[in-house]
């Protein structure tokens, strides 16, 4: 785990971010591993959890996304953000029709990344963004926050 990242969730909670955390795992499963994480736990940092189990389909189907979406009573569209870290997260979120970032935890070089994502008729799904650390992901979220927004006063 990359240091101050309960911090940055703090933060962006404290900007009026919503943030859930969806896993292909079971909720039994995930939710000891949350209550676990840096020996404090993070469930508490989280608006909303879905599970494989708490729904029909898994990822890459975007019922996880779709039901988190619901459970906060948020519509399913680009102002969503999908953060994950495979193949699977970025089709279930362009499924859902939300933007997909892809978290290159892994340091994978473009011409790796260019393969696993093609964009071709048989593999259409693109991420919107790739960010190979949370300092990275933290500087994106901080551009498009701070962005003026279509059709305000500023």
């Known amino acids: 785990l990359e240091p101050d990242i309960p911090k940055m969730l703090n933060e962006w909670r404290a900007l009026g971010l919503k943030l859930g ?5 079971k909720r039994e499963f995930m939710e ?19 599970c494989g189990d708490d729904v029909p389909r898994r990822k890459p189907a975007p019922d996880q996304i779709l ?4 459970n ?4 399913a569209d680009t102002s969503c953000w999908y953060i994950g870290d ?3 997260d970025v089709i279930a979120a362009k499924e859902a029709g939300v933007t997909a970032l892809f978290y290159n935890g892994a340091a994978w070089d473009q011409a790796w990344i260019d393969k696993i994502f093609p964009g ?11 960010v190979n650390d949370f300092k990275s992901l933290l500087e994106l979220v ?10 305000s006063a500023e």
């Open 21 to 25: 955390v969806l896993s292909n795992r």
């Open 32 to 50: 000891h591993e949350l209550a676990a994480v840096d020996g404090r736990g993070w469930v508490d940092l989280f608006d909303t959890m879905v």
């Open 67 to 70: 039901g988190a979406l619901a």
């Open 72 to 75: 906060l009573r948020l519509p």
């Open 86 to 88: 495979s193949t699977t």
């Open 120 to 130: 071709t008729t048989r593999h259409p799904h693109k991420p919107d963004a790739v």
């Open 142 to 151: 901080w551009y498009f926050w701070t962005r003026p927004r279509h059709g």
